[in-house]
């Protein structure tokens, strides 16, 4: 298992942040800052890409590469950055994608200079290990997600929770892993990493893994950017910066996979909506009926991780396996949601779920499962026969700053799932218990939540709890978070109504939502 990040990674981290505060005084944000250093790591390391000893052939359109950025200051370097990414935007494969739609966001040209000169360019990047510069990156895209004024946080899930699922899944090489809601790539990551580090691979299989193991899929664009850059840093899919990348911008559910993957681990987006109406096998989209309407899917609803649900489903292989992260309401839902559970259980072996706390999310207060299964053939019997259903929500308090979620804390999980043997050999406990199909089946509606069924006398026992002062923190993270949220849509919504236009449906809904 990958060592916490080294000595070496978190100074980088911080020579990097730390010119982050030079440019706050011009009102960039965080994600404004990482954005911009995206653009600029990925110029350099291109450019170091044709240096000896690497000496690679490919080169960036003329005149808009490294050097020239290095050779111009003042306003003629701010004027020539922004037509350096205007044109590599216009670019094919992975390099179209990272300057897709980019802008400078830096109005200071000194001090773009200074980033330019002063902190990328002291760096040798090609010539620094792929774990150490990848570190150092998710240690700013974790920085970036952590202030939750950017609203970032809904892109990234807990490492720590990404490791214990992908350890149960293991992954192994040859086959094709997928993500429908990339965000900053943790996932593709993480199974990367395990791949790499728990076999012993030939050219042909190390090949395989870096140029086609993974697909993903992320809607929105800069953080499909991020996550490119992410991939690319740890080595994944850029062997070429023309070639076509793992990451795809646009809405996954559109259209039914083109083709199927063996795995599939994701966390699809919390939200009560899907932004798009997706109609029959031809794709067409309507703004005035926000339902998911495919021939490959169960149930229409308006239902997002429903539907995400639904779409992970198709997207693997007979035998493929998938590990997802899933709010309580797709455990309960009435209408489609019952129609899909019953489906669900029929057409896979939904062998394990995992109950999560609350506090582990940037969104707070969410509350969260993992559901494991596996797509079977075709048949008239239930592909289920049994869910294990571990609690790992009961008494357990975590934060986002003070105590903070850890792989070993997901260890007895680990251990309960008993990866790579059947489901046989577990043993049920106090946090791990079996149902079988029959006693979901006679549940009104499908009913997941077979936990609430449970009685614990443990959720009121004060010796069970974690020490006051964890309490304490928790509801204080929680409630600063909250302000610092309303905060910053009061802020959006003032800046509207300056400019005239105070009906911005995301600021609205993001109000209601914390309401």
């Known amino acids: 298992m990958k060592q916490p990040m080294n000595d070496h990674s978190r100074a980088l981290v911080d020579k990097l942040w730390a010119y982050c505060n030079i440019l706050r005084d011009d009102g960039l944000s965080y994600g404004d800052y990482v954005e911009q250093l995206t653009y ?136 094709t892993i997928g993500d429908p809601a990339s965000g900053t790539g943790g996932f593709l990551l993480a199974a990367h990493e395990y791949i790499a580090s728990h076999f012993e691979l030939d050219r042909d299989e190390k090949l395989f893994l870096r140029d086609h193991t993974f697909r993903g899929t992320e809607i929105v664009d800069n953080t499909a950017r991020l996550c490119a850059m992410n991939l690319f840093l740890h080595g994944i899919g850029g062997s070429d910066i023309n070639a076509t990348p793992p990451i795809e911008v646009r809405d996954a559910l559109l259209m039914p996979p083109s083709d199927k993957v063996d795995m599939v681990l994701a966390n699809p987006p919390f939200g009560k909506k899907s932004s798009v109406t997706f109609v029959g096998e031809h794709g067409r989209a309507t703004s005035e009926d926000e339902s998911v309407s495919r021939q490959d899917f169960w149930a229409t609803t308006s239902n997002k991780q429903l539907n995400f649900l639904q779409h992970i489903v198709s997207m693997l292989k007979i035998g493929g396996t998938a590990a ?40 707070q207060g969410v509350k969260a499962n993992v559901l494991f299964l596996e797509r079977r053939a075709p048949s008239t019997e239930p592909a289920t026969k049994a869910v294990w259903v571990y609690d790992f929500r009961t008494n357990q308090r975590f934060t986002l700053k003070t105590r903070t979620m850890k792989r070993p804390d997901l260890d007895d999980f680990v251990a309960a799932y008993k990866p790579g043997e059947l489901p046989t050999r577990r043993v049920e406990s106090e946090c791990f218990k079996r149902w079988t199909y029959e006693e979901i089946a006679s549940r009104p509606g499908f009913n997941l939540d077979v936990w609430a069924d449970v009685v614990d006398e443990s959720v009121t026992d004060p010796s069970q709890l974690p020490p006051p002062d964890v309490i304490a923190q928790q509801i204080i993270e929680n409630a600063t978070a909250g302000i610092e949220a309303f905060a910053a849509v009061a802020a959006e919504l003032a800046q509207l109504s300056a400019n005239g236009d105070d009906r911005d449906e995301d600021a609205v809904e993001a109000l209601l939502e914390h309401e």
């Not at 019953?342 to 072996?349: F, G, S, Y």
Request: net charge neutral.
């Open 40 to 175: 600029l790591l990925f110029l350099k390391m291109a450019h170091e890409r044709t240096q000896a000893p690497l000496n690679e052939p490919y080169r960036l359109p003329g005149g808009f590469d490294w050097p020239s950025l290095l050779g111009k200051s003042g306003p003629a370097l701010e004027a020539h950055y922004v037509a350096t990414l205007g044109e590599l935007g216009k670019q094919p494969g992975l390099l179209g994608l990272i300057f897709r739609k980019a802008q400078n966001r830096i109005q200071d040209p000194q001090k773009l200079r200074r980033l330019i000169v002063d902190l990328i360019d002291q760096e040798t990047w090609m010539g620094v290990d792929a774990d150490i510069k990848g570190d150092a990156y998710e240690g700013l895209l974790e920085k970036n997600a952590a202030d939750t004024k950017s609203g970032a946080g809904q892109y990234f899930t807990p490492r720590a929770l990404i490791r214990a699922m992908v350890d149960v899944m293991r992954p192994r090489p040859g086959q």
């Open 324 to 363: 997802v992260v899933l709010p309580d309401n797709v455990l309960f839902e009435g209408g489609a949601g019952e129609t899909i559970r019953r489906r669900l259980l029929q057409e896979c072996d939904v062998h394990t779920m995992l109950r999560l706390p609350t506090g582990i999310f940037y969104a």
